[in-house]
C-alpha cells in the first residue's frame, strides 16, 4: 500500500516509520525545520521497542496538492493538530476530490470525522485513535516516542453500514498489526472515540496546568479526584449527546491511565516548547456541548479558566 501520512509530527512520523520499517510505501507532509530535517537527512524515530532512521519521502503540502497525484495513495492517515485541520481541509479540498482514498483521522477531540465528511463523504470517512503513546518531536528530524501505541479505527459514525466498510477498516488494521502496532477495527469507532475524549479531556489541559506527566496526576490523592471529576463530566456530556457511553467508563479508564507508562500529554509539550495550545479540542469543546446540553461541567470549567489566564499560553 501506498501510505500519506498528513501532518508527520509525533504521531503520525512513529507510525508512518513503522509501516515503512515493514516495506509499505509512505509519504509524510511536514513544514519549517523539521520538513527540512527530513529531507536533508532522513527522519529518526526512537521507541522503548523500535527505532528508525533513514531517509523519507517528505514533502509540503504546496507540493503534495500540486505534484501528487491523489489516486497514488491507497490509505491518507491525518495526524495534524485539531486546530489545523479545517485550513487543510479547505486547502485540500479540490484535491482530495479527485481521489478516491478512505481517509482516517487519527487526532484529538471528537469533531474532526465530521469536519472531514463534509469534503470526502461519509464513504470515506473513517475515525481512529492512538491508544496508550506518547510521541513528541524533540528536535527537526527526530522523534521519541513512548508507550504501546495502540489503535483503534472504523467507519464514521456508529451504525454506518456500508458493505465495503468493515473490509477497509480491517485491512487498514492487518497492516498496522504487521507493522507491529496493535490495531483494532470497530463498528462503534463515535464511541470510542468519546471514550479516549474523556481521558484526553481530563489529562491534557491539567498536564498542562501543573506540567506534570499522566501518572503523577491518576496516583496522587488530591489530583485524582480533579481527573475523575472531569471525566464524569465529559461522560455525562456524551450521554446527553447520544452517545453510547456505558455505566462502567469512568472506573475503566481511570483503570486504564493507572495501567499504562507515565507518559508527557501533547498539550504539556506544547506549553512547554511555547506552542498554540488545543484548548477548543479539549476543555474547550466539552464546555461548549456542555452548554448546550444543559449539563454542569464546573471542574473541566474551573481548569480551562485557569489554563487561559496563565500569561505564556496561546489557544490555538
Known sequence: MHWLIVGAGGI????????AAIGETVTFTARGAHLAAMQE??????????????????IDDAALLGERDPDAFDAILVTLKTHALP????GASAWLARGTAPVVSLQNGV????WIAEVVGGARTFGGLAVEVGAHVEAPGHVVARGDARVVLGPW?????GEADPYVAQDLADVLERAGVPATATQRIETELWRKWMINVALNPLSALLDLE?????????YA??????????????????????EDDV??????????EAIRTSMQVDRAQGRPLELEAMSGGLLARAAAQGVPAPTTALVDALLRRAPDVVVA
Open 111 to 114: 469533531d474532526a470525522e465530521a
Open 251 to 260: 472506573a475503566s479508564r481511570m483503570a486504564l491511565m493507572r495501567g499504562f
Open 214 to 222: 499522566t501518572r503523577a496526576l491518576v496516583d496522587d490523592p488530591a
Open 225 to 246: 479526584p480533579v481527573v475523575e471529576g472531569i471525566m464524569r463530566e465529559v461522560h455525562a456530556v456524551g450521554v446527553a449527546s447520544g452517545v453510547a457511553l456505558g
Open 12 to 19: 503520525g512520523s512513529t507510525y508512518g516509520t513503522r509501516l
Open 87 to 90: 485550513g487543510w481541509l479547505a
Open 41 to 58: 537527512r532522513g527522519l529518526r524515530v526512537e521507541h522503548p521497542t523500535f527505532t528508525f532512521e533513514g531517509p523519507v519521502d517528505a
Open 157 to 161: 459514525p456508529d451504525g454506518r453500514r
